[in-house]
């Protein structure tokens, strides 16, 4: 094995498509978080199984996380937190922790997950066009990423069956303006073809 598999491990280095899961590590506890747990975790189920096919066509998965406001934060003390601290996330976190061989993690310090992290980088990297975004909240993070993915001229993908909102008619509401406005395919996960997003400029 060369020096850059051992440092990137299993990575995929360039793909024309990243999946990227948006706040999905997360403790939910704080002021609505009961609301939005509800509607994340049917989210989370179809999210895993949109991740495990991602890992199958060798798209790579980029973890996008809030900081929670701790700078001294990092992949390994926000998982501690979510997963072994007996908080209401943990179950969405155990759906859909990253393997930490495989994918990518970027923490951001404020709602898009462009603004001050290094995701402009890692996306130039891997030569990226389309970007599939999911997570929490859709009307929040998710909207805020879309609109700096859509200034960026990425072709955008949220899957509307794979992001959740605290309000169900704010997630329809924020999902129909990303669709009219950001030119998005919104389509379920069930009928994203990697293949052919892979072909596409």
């Known amino acids: 094995m060369s020096n850059t598999e051992d440092l990137h491990g299993n990575a995929p280095d360039k793909s024309k498509v990243a999946l990227l899961l948006i706040d999905v590590i997360n403790d939910f506890e704080f002021e609505d978080g009961a609301k939005l747990f509800k509607?994340?975790?049917p989210m989370a189920r179809k999210l895993a199984a949109l991740r495990a096919r991602a890992k199958k066509e060798n798209v790579p998965v980029v973890y996008v996380n809030d900081n929670f406001g701790k700078w001294q934060s990092n992949l390994k003390n926000i998982l501690e937190h979510a997963i072994h601290e007996k908080v209401r996330g943990s179950k969405i976190v155990e759906l859909l922790k990253p393997d930490e061989e495989e994918d990518y993690f970027v923490l951001k310090p404020k709602n898009s997950g462009f603004y001050s992290t290094t995701l402009d980088i890692l996306l130039e990297h891997l030569q990226c066009k389309t970007l599939i975004l999911t997570g929490v909240a859709t009307?929040?993070?998710i909207l805020f990423t879309a609109n700096?993915?859509?200034?960026?001229?990425?072709?955008?993908?949220?899957p509307s069956d794979c992001v959740a909102a605290i309000d169900d008619e704010e997630n329809k509401h924020a999902l129909k303006h990303i669709k009219r406005v950001l030119k998005a395919d919104t389509r379920p996960s069930g009928k994203i073809d990697f293949e052919k997003l892979k072909k596409e400029d």
């Open 139 to 141: 009307d929040n993070c």
């Open 39 to 41: 509607n994340a975790l």
């Open 148 to 158: 700096d993915a859509y200034l960026r001229d990425y072709n955008i993908v949220v």
